[in-house]
C-alpha cells in the first residue's frame, strides 16, 4: 500500500514537472512570435492608420447630423487606444453635434467617452469633473453601465498612478462600490456580469473560481479582437493570484501580441511582460518590450503610462546597459585567452611534429634491424604499420594546420594593427566544415587503404537487410566509429572529439549497430577488432 502511495506521487510529480516544462517550451514559442510581431509593428500601425484614413474621407458623404455623429464614433472608437489627443478631439466634435441635436443620450455617452480617454491619458482631474457632472443614479440602465465602468477604469489608473497604499486603499473600496452598481444592471447570465462578478471574487481573496471564469470568457472571444486581447489580459492576472507564473507569462504574450497586431498604443500587456521578463533575468528581452512600451505611450501621449514606465525603465536600461559592458570585458578576455592558446597549440605542435619524426625514424630503425621477430608476430607487424601509415597523414595534416594557424596569427595581428576588430570577430567566427571534411576524406582514404575488405566483413556481423555501402569510397558516421574501434580506439570520448559529437550519440550509434548485429551485442566490439586483412600496398 505504502509502495502504491509512492508510486502515485512519483507519478503526479512527473506528470506536473512535464507539463510545466511544456508550457515553458511553448512560452519561449510564443516569445519568439512576440518578437516577429513587434519587428512588424510599423506595418501594424500603417494600416490602422489607412483605417482611420478611409474613415475621415467618408465624413463628406455624411447628410445628416447624426449620421456625421456616428460615423465620428467610428473615428473615436479607432483613436480611443491609439491617439488620445485625436480621440478628444472628435468626442468634443460629437459633443457639439449632440447639443446642436438637443439629444440629452448623445451627449451623455460623449462626455462617458471623454473621462474614460482622460482617464487613459493620465487627465484625472478633468475625468473626475465630467464624472461628478453626470448622475449615476439617474441614467438608463446602459448609461449607467458604461458609467460605472469608466469609474471602475478611473479608480484602477489611478492606483497604478500614485503608487501609494495610502490612497489606494480608499480608491480601492470605491471601485468596488462602482462593481456592485454595475453588476446590478446587468444580465446575471451574460459574460460581462461574469467577467465583474470574478473580479469581485479576487478583491474578496478568492483566486481559484475567477481563473475558470475568466479562461471560459477568454475561449469564446474570436482571435486578434481588442475583445481577446482584453480577456487575455484578464486570465493573466487571475492566474498572477493562484501563483501560476508560467501561465500568467503565457497570457501576458497572447495580449501583447493582439494589442501590437491592433495598433494599440494604451498597451498594459508588454509593459507588465517587460517586468516580469526583467525579474526572471531576461534582460535584452526586458529592455527591448519597455523601450516598445514607452514609444507606445509616447505615440498616444499617455501621462499615466509614461509615469509608470518611467518608474521601470531607468531599471531595466542600467541593468541593460551594465550587461552589455560585461558582454564587452568577457570578449576581450576570451580574445587575449584564444591568442594565448593558439600560440600554445603552435608549439605544442612543433615539439609534437619534432617528437613524431623522431619515433618516426626510431620505429624504422627498429624494424630493420629485426625483421625477422616482425615477421613472427604478425599484430605488433600489424600495430606498427598502421602508426606508420597514420603517422605521416598526422604529420601532414600537423603541417598543414600550423600553416594554417600561421597565416591566423598574421591575420589577426594584421586587423588588430588596423583597428578591424569587427572583422577579426566575423572571421574567428567562421565554421569549420570545409577542414572537417577534408580531415574525414583523408582518415577515410587512409583507412580503407589498409583495411580494403573492412566494410564488406563488417557487413557479415550485421542481417542482412542492414548492410552497408560506400558511397565514393566514403565511411559514413556508423561506419567511421567501428573503424577508429578496429584501430584500437575505445575511448568514447576521443571518438566523440575525433567526430565532433557528443559521448551520448556516440553511444546510441553503437548502440543502433548492436541491435542490428547478429552475433551477441556485448561480443560484437571484440569481433570488429579482428576483421580486415591489411593491405601491405
Given amino acids: 500500500m505504502i509502495d502504491m502511495k509512492h508510486t502515485l506521487c512519483l507519478l503526479l510529480f512527473l506528470i506536473g514537472y512535464l507539463s510545466n516544462l511544456c508550457a515553458k517550451n511553448e512560452n519561449d514559442s510564443l516569445l519568439t512570435a512576440l518578437d516577429k510581431v513587434i519587428s512588424q509593428r510599423r506595418t501594424y500601425t500603417e494600416k490602422k492608420e489607412n483605417t482611420i484614413k478611409t474613415l475621415k474621407l467618408q465624413k463628406a458623404e455624411q447628410k445628416t447630423l447624426e449620421d456625421l455623429y456616428r460615423l465620428n464614433s467610428q473615428i473615436i472608437y479607432q483613436y480611443e487606444t491609439f491617439v488620445c489627443d485625436s480621440a478628444e478631439r472628435y468626442i468634443n466634435e460629437n459633443i457639439e453635434i449632440a447639443r446642436k441635436l438637443n439629444n440629452q443620450v448623445f451627449l451623455l455617452e460623449g462626455q462617458l467617452k471623454l473621462a474614460f480617454v482622460y482617464s487613459l491619458s493620465g487627465l484625472f482631474v478633468q475625468a473626475t469633473d465630467i464624472l461628478k457632472s453626470i448622475r449615476c443614479e439617474t441614467l438608463p440602465d446602459y448609461l449607467k453601465a458604461l458609467y460605472c465602468w469608466n469609474s471602475i477604469r478611473y479608480y484602477e ?12 486603499k480608499e480608491y480601492q473600496i470605491k471601485k468596488e462600490l462602482y462593481r456592485d452598481t454595475v453588476m446590478s444592471v446587468l444580465y446575471k447570465q451574460s459574460d460581462e456580469y461574469l467577467k465583474e462578478e470574478a473580479f469581485k471574487l479576487q478583491s474578496e481573496g478568492q483566486y481559484a473560481e475567477p481563473v475558470r471564469i475568466l479562461i471560459g470568457i477568454y475561449n469564446k472571444q474570436k482571435t486578434d479582437t481588442h475583445a481577446y486581447a482584453m480577456a487575455a489580459m484578464g486570465v493573466a492576472r487571475a492566474q498572477l493570484l493562484v501563483g501560476d507564473t508560467i501561465q500568467e507569462e503565457k497570457y501576458l504574450i497572447l495580449a501583447a501580441m493582439t494589442d501590437i497586431k491592433l495598433a494599440v498604443k494604451e498597451n498594459e500587456a508588454l509593459l507588465t511582460l517587460a517586468v516580469n521578463l ?3 533575468g531576461d534582460i535584452d528581452r526586458a529592455y527591448n518590450y519597455v523601450k516598445v512600451a514607452l514609444d507606445d505611450a509616447i505615440y498616444y501621449n499617455s501621462r499615466f503610462r509614461n509615469t509608470v514606465i518611467a518608474r521601470i525603465h531607468p531599471i531595466i536600461e542600467s541593468t541593460y ?27 605544442t605542435l612543433y615539439f609534437n611534429y619534432r617528437q613524431t619524426k623522431a619515433v618516426s625514424k626510431a620505429k624504422r630503425h627498429l624494424k630493420n634491424m629485426n625483421g625477422k621477430l616482425i615477421a613472427l ?10 602508426k606508420e601509415r597514420y603517422i605521416g597523414y598526422f604529420m601532414n595534416q600537423c603541417a598543414v594546420y600550423i600553416n594554417k594557424l600561421d ?3 598574421k591575420n589577426v595581428n594584421r586587423k588588430i594593427k588596423t583597428g578591424q576588430i569587427d572583422d577579426l570577430y566575423k572571421s574567428s567566427s567562421r565554421p569549420f566544415e570545409k577542414e572537417l571534411e577534408e580531415l574525414y576524406f583523408n582518415f577515410d582514404k587512409a583507412f580503407l587503404n589498409l583495411y580494403p575488405n573492412f566494410v564488406e566483413e563488417f557487413n557479415s556481423l550485421l542481417i542482412p537487410e542492414e548492410h552497408f555501402k ?3 569510397n566514403r565511411l559514413n558516421t556508423e561506419l567511421r566509429i567501428f573503424a577508429l574501434i578496429r584501430l584500437g580506439i575505445t575511448d568514447v570520448g576521443q571518438i566523440a572529439v575525433f567526430l565532433h559529437y557528443s559521448v551520448q550519440t556516440i553511444y546510441n550509434y553503437k548502440s543502433k549497430i548492436k541491435r542490428l548485429s547478429l552475433i551477441d551485442s556485448n561480443l560484437f566490439e571484440e569481433e570488429v577488432r579482428k576483421l580486415g586483412s591489411l593491405s601491405y600496398k
Fill in 407 to 409: 597565416d591566423y596569427r
Fill in 321 to 347: 546597459l551594465y550587461k552589455l559592458e560585461q558582454q564587452k570585458r568577457n570578449l576581450r578576455f576570451y580574445f587575449f585567452l584564444t591568442s594565448i592558446f593558439v600560440v600554445a597549440l603552435t608549439i
Fill in 278 to 280: 526583467f525579474r526572471k
Fill in 157 to 168: 489608473n489611478l492606483i497604478k498612478y500614485t503608487a501609494d497604499t495610502k490612497f489606494s
Fill in 470 to 472: 560506400l558511397d565514393k
Fill in 377 to 386: 608476430n604478425q599484430t605488433l607487424d600489424e600495430a606498427n604499420l598502421i
